[in-house]
């Protein structure tokens, strides 16, 4: 809407448009078009076999929808799930690192031996030579 406006008061809106949409929000006009879609609407609320098909037909879809977020549910679970196992697995292949450099160190190798037997970097072996040194400490 223009500066606030409702569709009432804008001057570029159809009349019929307007009487529609008035309806819509709940109030009935004097326009035959809408006189003619209210008669319709409370024929169909008053039909029972269009009663039960709506019914079935919302009840279905809310069926549907709730699949589907479970469905959702699921699959953000085993993305975390997954995504657990990589950083576990992450994890205990640096901590099995650690303990091979250790063991490395202890038998007196230097960073450039360690780092061609680990293919490490020269740098990321001295770096976890002095992590150990101070988890050591």
């Not at 993305?79 to 640096?94: A, H, N, S, Y």
């Not at 770096?127 to 040194?133: C, D, R, T, V, Y």
């Amino acid at each position: 809407m223009k500066n606030g406006q409702s569709y009432y008061q804008l001057n570029d809106v159809d009349d019929d448009l307007k009487s529609f949409l008035q309806y819509v929000d709940g109030k009935i006009t004097e326009d035959p078009f809408v006189q003619e879609i209210h008669q319709q609407v409370c024929e169909i609320k008053q039909n029972e076999k269009w009663r039960e098909e709506y019914m079935y037909m919302s009840d279905k879809i809310r069926l549907i929808q709730q699949q589907a977020i479970e469905e959702g549910r699921e699959e953000g679970r085993e993305e975390g799930r997954e995504e657990g196992r990589e950083i576990g697995l992450t994890q205990g292949l640096q901590k099995g690192q650690k303990k091979i450099i250790a063991n490395m160190l202890k038998q007196q190798l230097d960073y450039g031996q360690i780092s061609t037997l680990t293919g490490l970097s020269e740098q990321e072996v001295q770096e976890m030579a002095e992590e150990l040194k101070e988890k050591n400490a």
